[in-house]
Structures are given as structure tokens and as C-alpha cells.
């Protein structure tokens, strides 16, 4: 399943007459396998051993091709780096507040959200985030040893 992401992204980066490097293929590779939302930080500290000449400007400046392109979705919550998403299928995340794990869900029927916001109020919507915060269940965990 990884590897078909992959060409799919691939084939989307050929189309836009984008070549396709090395680092460039790891990065998105990295990003489809990762289900962490990583930082940039992240992928360059994962790919700097494979890559030694690679800078963390080049991580920036790829996630920043992936997302104008629009199959990395940018995450930024707060005063916290961003974090980057490969978004092949349209869903939502759950945050943790204690440990900032994020957690894809997918929920059928919120895409009506846009629609129906445009009927109330008349706004022509482009796009929608949802994120639901609490406690992950290793957080949780911890919480309840802790408190006895």
C-alpha cells in the first residue's frame, strides 16, 4: 500500500514537471510511512545518515513543493513547529494535550460540513479543519499511576 502512495505521488510530481531526487523520493517515502505527523526536524534527523549533504532547508523547501501540490497537508498548532501530513484520503486528528501525539480519524458524513456552512451563512467555503483534543491512552496511563 506504501509503495503505491509512493508512485501515485510520484506520477503527480512528473506530471508537474517536478524531477524527482533522491532526497525528494526518501522525504515522501518517510512521509507515507511515518504515522506520526512529523516535523521537518524530524525527517531530516531520520534521513541525515542517507543523505549526509542534505540540509534541513532542503526537508523545508520539499514539504513546502508537497504541499503546494497538495498531497501534504501543513499542520500547525500553536507556537510548535509545524507538522506535516501525507493526505491521500480526507480525515481529521485527534491531539493529545499532554505528550502532542496527533492520530488520523476518519468520520463519514463531516464533509457535509462545508455545505451546510454555506447555506447558513452565505460563505463560499474552500476548505475545513477539525481537531478533537484530549488525553492519548499512554497519557492516560500514566495519569492514573501517578495519581495513585
Known amino acids: 500500500m ?18 524527482i531526487t533522491p532526497q525528494r523520493y526518501a522525504i515522501l517515502e518517510y512521509l507515507i510511512e511515518s504515522h506520526t505527523h512529523p516535523t521537518a526536524d524530524d525527517i531530516y534527523k531520520a534521513l541525515v545518515e542517507r543523505f549526509p549533504s ?3 532547508a532542503t526537508v523545508y523547501n520539499n514539504l513546502r513543493l508537497f504541499t503546494k501540490i497538495g498531497f501534504v497537508q501543513e499542520m500547525a498548532y500553536g507556537d510548535a513547529s509545524s507538522r506535516f501530513d501525507f ?26 460540513v462545508e455545505a451546510a456552512t454555506e447555506q447558513l451563512t452565505g460563505f463560499k467555503i474552500n476548505e475545513h479543519r477539525m481537531e478533537l483534543y484530549g488525553l492519548c491512552p499512554d497519557c492516560q496511563e500514566a495519569a492514573e499511576k501517578s495519581a495513585s
Open 2 to 19: 506504501t509503495q503505491l502512495k509512493v508512485d501515485e505521488a510520484i506520477q503527480q510530481l512528473k506530471e508537474s514537471d517536478i524531477r
Open 87 to 112: 493526505s491521500s484520503q480526507r480525515h481529521y486528528h485527534a491531539i493529545c494535550e499532554t505528550c502532542g501525539k496527533i492520530v488520523d480519524t476518519y468520520y463519514p458524513g463531516l464533509e457535509d
Open 54 to 56: 542534505m540540509s534541513v
